[in-house]
């Protein structure tokens, strides 16, 4: 009788390990997917930012470039009134 509880709390005990040490293999590969998931969230935002800085700069260098040249073009000639003939 001795024998067969020794056997049972051994075969309760290694399933333990067993599932111990898959949810442990699980929390790891888990953790790992989420370190990379934000590593890639963190590399998108950095390069979403950095090219909206740039088409912002773009923008007001033509908004500047587009102001010049209206301050630099001639008056538009004034258009003559055709008359109506009734």
Known sequence: MKESIISNSKSKNAATRTAEGVFQVW??????????????????????????????AKEAEDAEAARIAAENAPPAPAKKRSKRNS
């Open 27 to 56: 929390e790891r590969r888990s953790q790992l997917v989420k370190n990379e998931l934000a590593a890639a969230s963190a590399a998108t935002d950095a390069k979403t930012a950095r090219l909206r800085a740039l088409r912002l």
